[in-house]
């Protein structure tokens, strides 16, 4: 697989740093709001695995690691959560900058918990 070319990363960039701040906050808001949804759809089928008969039957060891893993998803969907309140209660609405920085860290950053 070939290397991004620079000139269409700086033509990206320019057309980023071009559109509103407002804009930008939205789009980052939407985005963690799709990745709860999926986190929560997720989060609902890995819990009604526990309530399947099979699951008795499962080794010890394999019910712990459906456990964690079901941790990690409360985690995941918790601090997915955490930016559209954050813009609601503490920005009291308002489109600054740290709510842009902090809604595209926790929706890059959160990604990963789902492979788990």
């Keep these: ?5 620079p000139d269409i990363i700086y033509a990206y960039l320019q057309r980023s740093c071009r559109r509103s701040l407002s804009k930008q906050v939205k789009t980052a808001l939407d985005e963690t709001r799709l990745l709860m ?6 989060f609902g089928f890995k819990l009604n695995g526990v309530f399947q008969e099979e699951f008795a039957n499962l080794s010890v060891a394999s019910r712990y690691v459906d456990c964690a893993g079901q941790v990690l998803m409360a985690m995941a969907i918790r601090l997915l959560v955490a930016p559209s309140m954050q813009h609601r209660i503490v920005e009291n609405g308002e489109d600054t900058v740290r ?3 902090n809604a595209m860290k926790r929706g890059g950053c959160e990604v990963w918990r789902f492979k788990v």
Aim: proline share 7%; net charge positive.
């Design 99 to 101: 709510i842009h920085r």
């Design 1 to 5: 697989m070939s290397e991004p070319r």
């Design 37 to 42: 949804l999926g986190a929560q759809v997720l």
